[in-house]
């Protein structure tokens, strides 16, 4: 069985940081691009950042570009959302999504099931003082 589990959410304060973690299990990571996703209550989803899995290339959505980085360590089947500066509108459900290979900016941005095969179930993020 495919399956993706996030963790490392939790509270912290703004201006902090968190990492998380997207791993992998039932299949190898090394083949498939990674996209971290989150949706706040009552918002749309929103794609925050991707992987391709080839060449690693990345995107980000602008609001979270250059306080957020995504990298994989394929040897771990893992792959990892390092953020950074936190701001209380980053305060959401951050879910991670497999597809085959490569990601694009427009696949991210969509955050559509159709676009993504495997998606985990999330883990909470909650930016407060």
């Known amino acids: 069985q495919y399956q993706l589990v996030e963790s490392g959410g939790g509270l912290v304060q703004p201006g902090g940081s968190l990492r998380l973690s997207c791993a992998a299990s039932?299949?190898?990571?090394?083949?498939?691009?990674i996209g971290w996703f989150r949706q706040a209550p009552g918002k749309e989803r929103e794609g925050v950042s991707c992987?391709?899995?080839?060449?690693?290339?990345?995107y980000e959505s602008d609001s979270v570009k250059g306080r957020f980085t995504i990298s994989r360590d394929n040897a771990k089947n893992t792959v990892y959302l390092q953020m950074n500066s936190l701001k209380p509108e980053d305060t959401a459900v951050y879910y991670c999504?497999?597809?085959?290979?490569?990601?694009?900016?427009?696949?991210?941005?969509?955050?559509?099931?159709?676009?993504?095969?495997?998606w985990g179930q999330g883990t909470q993020v909650t930016v407060s003082s």
């Open positions: 999504a497999a597809r085959p290979y490569v990601c694009y900016q427009k696949v991210l941005s969509r955050g559509s099931d159709v676009d993504w095969d495997i």
């Open positions: 039932g299949f190898t990571l090394d083949r498939y691009a």
């Open positions: 992987i391709s899995s080839s060449d690693g290339t990345t």
